[in-house]
């Protein structure tokens, strides 16, 4: 027993030891979007989170690993207001690179941060419902019929500047081709 108890406090200093050098590791940071107006339809969001890669003591990077959720970082979506009209918002890393200076210890130094180009693609609510047809040929078998054919969902929404959403009417599958395949008892 003694032997144990010597063990683990041998255990608990070496790993006190250890942890306290600097590595390197790669953490996932939250990444929100907020303040978006109304009548802005995100089409290509943002990704969920960001990977960057921190350099610190093992301690502190433990407690990233570890420890409890990182505070998100925020992107105000009127902040690049003058990007608006364009139907793309480029978010610059250092941007983000100055928010995560805030959200981690002084201590960290920020490596890389993937993804390195940060686009967010919108629409100003311009949309259009469209009914969704079969795009292809269905040969029947002799002595059949095909009454009809139903799609799911038979209908989308389509996200468009209004020049060429006049322009759609219908939704296309991909083609789907389906010849006949009945072959009677006898043929070959």
């Not at 108890?5 to 050098?21: E, H, I, S, Y």
């Not at 009417?169 to 008892?185: H, I, L």
Request: charged fraction near 20%; aromatic fraction near 10%; glycine fraction near 4%.
């Amino acid at each position: 027993m003694i032997f144990l108890l010597f063990f683990l406090v041998a255990a608990g200093f070496w790993l006190a030891q250890t942890l306290n050098d600097t590595y390197e590791t790669r953490i996932h940071i939250p990444l929100r979007l907020h303040n978006v107006p109304e009548g802005i339809i995100i089409t290509e969001s943002l990704p969920e989170h960001l990977e960057v890669e921190v350099r610190d003591k093992g301690t502190l990077l433990f407690s990233y690993l570890y420890g409890s959720p990182m505070r998100s970082v925020e992107v105000d979506f009127l902040h690049y207001q003058a990007q608006v009209r364009s139907g793309r918002i480029q978010i610059p890393l250092d941007d983000i690179h100055k928010q995560l200076q805030q959200i981690l210890p002084t201590s960290s130094t920020i490596g890389s941060i993937r993804p390195d180009t940060l686009q967010l693609y919108y629409n100003l609510g311009n949309r259009k419902k469209l009914p969704v047809r079969l795009a292809g040929h269905i040969v029947t078998t002799p002595q059949t019929y095909l009454a009809r054919v139903h799609c799911t969902p038979d209908s989308v929404w389509a996200y468009a500047p209004q020049s060429i959403l006049d322009t759609l009417t219908a939704a296309y599958t991909r083609p789907v081709d389906k010849p006949e395949m009945y072959q009677s008892q006898g043929e070959t």
